[in-house]
């Protein structure tokens, strides 16, 4: 792992006992001694800190000093209606390419006078430099580059971090503040990755650690890793980037319509006018070929990425597959997503997916399979 990079909590990971392991060009924690079950649970009943400063974080300025100009431009590349933001809030977004598929999904806060998006660290250079080309007009596209970031998930997220940063209880899902602190300016939104009530914190570098630490200091909080992560997020109904949506999945087929505003559907206020918006559109209008949805096996096996899913026992073609599956600690149960002809992704339609050459049935269902604890 010589080539890898490592973010500000690395010595506090190896201090942790933490097992390491490549994961976006980063050396990053995958589990604890705890275990990955135990993780995912503890998130679920206290609070969970997670170390995600491998994402990228990036300042969108306008260069007319209007906040307005910044989310105008940035519409140029996403679906969504960035105009109707309003300062202290945060909206999910993805960017998308001429043939609709997802380059990669990002989170987007209007501060008074700026954009400020997080994006995925495996593609964090390609979104700043796709930013960089498109934008350049209209806004400065500044890298933050000295910053760490924290999650810090879970019911006892509130309590852990208002000890800390008075003020943050009164905060509501995806509103974002700053606040002053003994560990510098804190940019915080109350969002996640795991459908927990919780916190995304933005730290000064060096600061990053002693927060870690005080954090941990709090009653019930523990730290994760990425195992959990992934489990916590697929209970959640969450998307993985590279697994779930892709370049070759448009919003559509990946069943995220509900991120796209009216303003920028057919008919809206500032339709289209963002990459592969024809293909969306159309896709709206006559409905996708196929369609991500939740998949629960029968019996206690978990149905992993890659898994070809089959409408008949024996015979036939594939019409689907898995993207993520896990077992699912808080259900307790297997899980998976995945995409499946459209014809067959009625919620309860039963399905086979094909595990160590037996078909083996799976269910159509809902998700979020856990219920989200956002506090709204």
Known sequence: MADLRRTGLYDLHLELGAKMVPFAGYE?????????????????????????????????????????????????????????????RQRYAFFTNDAGGLLDDLMVARWDDHLFVVVNAACKAADIAHMEAALSDAVAVEPVTDRGLLALQGPGAEAALEALAPGVAAMRFMDVASFGSAFGTLWVSRSGYTGEDGFEISVEEAHTEPLARALLEREGAAPIGLGARDSLRLEAGLCLYGSDIDATTTPVEAALLWAMQKARRAGGARAGGYPGADVILSQLETGPARLRVGLLPEGRAPMRAGTEVFAEESGGAAIGHVTSGAYGPSIEAPMSMGYVAAAHAGIGTRLYGEVRGRRMPVLVAEMPFRPATYKR
Not at 56 to 75: N, Y
């Open 28 to 88: 990053m924690p995958v589990q604890y001694p705890a275990g990955v079950m135990k993780e995912h649970l503890h998130c679920r009943a206290a609070a969970g800190l997670f170390d995600v400063g491998h994402m990228g974080q990036v300042i969108l300025r306008p260069l007319s000093g209007d906040v307005a100009d910044a989310a105008l431009a940035l519409e140029r590349l996403v679906p969504m209606d960035l105009l109707a933001l309003k300062e202290g």
